[in-house]
């Protein structure tokens, strides 16, 4: 085995011959796997607002006469779609390892699961061929309520990322040396923080906030003859509390934000009760036997998904034997430092085939860790599925779940009367929320198999729980309707049908139904979640069980 220092390595690299030449080893050097971070702003730092005044003081604005708010949802002819290279701007995704140049494109980004960044699903997914997320003709959308998850962030603390830094950085302690594909790794370091948004996420939201005020901005109309603002709501971690001032921020502009909406942050903590964040209160929620069937069944699949790939990197390095374990963290380091950093070398290590397993893995984990397959997902979606019939109907919900009754029954804080509404959660509250609504559309088709990937159920992680995905009600006047009052639902554009799982609902080209027979079928959900049975019981739940969000009780 030939031997090369680091600092060869890096000229190695960068002509290709490392890649090229896989008996050529290059010894790691010391601080490999080793964490890094950079600082700003500096220390003691801050504007000196006197010396940079800001517009209000130094005037002369200009003229400044305010045109009408839009309204694209009704009056655009075609939808704005986010799709393409532009919903992952500026970020670099390579193509899959051994991809043939010849082959059409394979985007990675999309087989990412809840790390994938969100883009417009098609509504023919979910068995809508001819329907647009636009107002169907001669509709108008009268209120919109918009539950949407944080951005691209960082990992959270201490999870796979780190730990495979760490392993990487005790074998240099011992000898580690790295070949071909592997050879980046004899200098990588870990550069990764913990939780806080990227700064793609923070764009994620932005776009996310203009996209909405160009759809849906003549419902603002309502606020101005009414003489007040809406209230949007958050968790009180810092990746929360920026994702809602960034979607603000898109909204309504800049510095506008500031003074034309009213941020409501909610405790987020174990024992406070939290409609975005309900496994704080739920306590089968982190039992693994019931909260955690995905992770135990994604961990089976897993075992034997990627050895080809187990055996062709372990064939390029020496001092550490890789795992599945590991392999899943480099697919994840593969999709944390693009959606961090810009770009990632893990990404080359993969092929096609490798991702289409990466992302089944996360589909079985979120199908049965917060979708239909957890005996707790509906209990833990029951606080914002009381919250948005709360608002539906203008009556305060009542108890037994997750929603918390102090803000919950304020006209301050849960203001009943908004025109938009805009909820900001995390991606399993938002997957739980769907169970709880029991759109089953979503999830059409047996349950997940953790044997491998049959292709037979709708449900996709990364199209669902992407970064910045959203779940959106749309409420409409359609003359042409009886009764003229529709609803219909929406998941990243995607228009989701209601008839094979809503009673008294028709089957409609454009995903309407009436709005009151909508609330009806959502009062007797609400009534069928026992949130205490489901969250504190000491039941047995099986794994590979479509439990439609429900504990078993038999």
């Known amino acids: 085995m030939q031997l090369v220092p680091a600092f060869v ?17 290059v010894t790691a050097s010391p601080h490999a796997g080793s964490a890094v971070s950079d600082l700003y702003p500096p220390t003691g730092t801050s504007v000196d607002s006197v010396l940079f005044p800001p517009e209000s003081e130094v005037g002369f604005p200009g003229p400044t006469p305010t045109g009408v708010q839009p309204a694209a949802i009704q009056t655009a002819l075609s939808y704005p779609d986010n799709r393409g290279p532009s919903n992952q701007f500026p970020l670099v995704a390579p193509q899959p390892h051994g991809h043939d140049s010849t082959e059409s494109k394979f985007d990675i980004t999309k087989y990412w699961g809840n790390l994938s960044p969100w883009y417009s699903l098609n509504s023919a997914d979910y068995g ?3 329907t647009s997320p636009l107002a169907p003709e001669g509709c108008s959308v009268t209120q919109v309520h918009l539950l949407y998850r944080h951005g691209a962030r960082y990992p959270t603390t201490g999870a796979a990322p780190a730990q495979f830094a760490d392993k ?13 594909d592997l050879a980046f790794l004899a200098d990588w370091t870990y550069k990764l923080g913990g939780e ?26 309502n606020f101005t003859e009414a003489g007040t603002i809406p209230v949007f709501r958050t968790e009180s971690q810092d990746r929360m509390v920026k994702t ?36 704080e209160v739920c306590t089968n929620s982190n039992v693994a036997s019931r909260g955690g069937i995905g992770s135990t069944m994604a961990s089976k699949f897993a075992k034997n998904a990627f050895n080809a790939t187990i055996a062709r990197l372990n064939s390029q390095i020496s001092g550490v034997n890789f795992t599945s374990t590991d392999i899943l963290a480099m697919l994840q380091l593969c999709s944390y430092e693009t959606n961090a950093l810009g770009y990632s070398a893990f990404c080359g290590l993969f092929s096609q085939e490798d991702f289409l ?21 509906a209990a833990q979606g029951k606080a914002y ?29 849960f203001p009943l009367n ?77 228009v989701v049908p209601v008839a094979d799982s809503y009673a008294g609902c028709p089957v409609d080209s454009h995903g309407l139904c009436s709005f009151d027979n909508v609330v009806s079928v959502l009062k007797d959900r609400i009534a069928e979640i026992d949130f205490d049975y489901d969250c504190f019981a000491n039941y047995t739940a099986a794994q590979g069980v479509d439990y439609n969000g429900r504990a078993p009780k038999s």
């Open 9 to 25: 390595s890096a000229l190695l690299v960068q002509s290709g011959t490392a890649a090229a030449d896989d008996a050529t080893f």
């Open 128 to 130: 809508l061929p001819d």
């Open 168 to 180: 990487i950085a005790n074998a240099t302690k011992t000898g580690l040396e790295v070949s071909g």
């Open 196 to 221: 806080l948004l990227t700064p793609f996420g923070r764009s994620q939201e932005f776009l996310l906030g203009i996209q909405h005020r160009q759809l849906y901005g003549h419902l603002l109309n």
């Open 244 to 279: 809602t001032h960034n979607f603000a921020a898109g909204f309504f502009g800049v510095p506008e934000y500031l003074d034309q909406v009213s941020i409501e942050i909610l405790v987020e903590t174990a024992g406070v009760n939290n409609s975005g964040a309900p496994y």
């Open 357 to 377: 397993n990466y992302e089944y893995w996360f589909d079985i984990s979120f199908y049965y860790n917060n979708g239909p397959g957890s005996p707790v997902a």
């Open 385 to 413: 599925l009381q919250e948005f019939v709360a608002r539906f109907t203008g009556e305060y919900p009542e108890g037994w779940s997750a929603l918390n009754q102090t803000f919950d029954n304020s006209s301050t804080y």
């Open 418 to 494: 908004q025109s938009i509404y805009a909820d900001a959660t995390h991606e399993v509250v938002v997957l739980d929320t769907l169970t709880a609504f029991n759109l089953t559309a979503l999830f059409k088709g047996p349950a997940l198999s953790a044997s491998g990937n049959l292709r037979d159920n709708s449900f996709v992680a990364s199209k669902i729980v992407p970064f910045a995905t959203h779940f959106t009600a749309q409420v409409l006047e359609c003359p042409a309707y009886q009764p003229t009052k529709q609803i219909r639902f929406l998941v990243n554009d995607a």
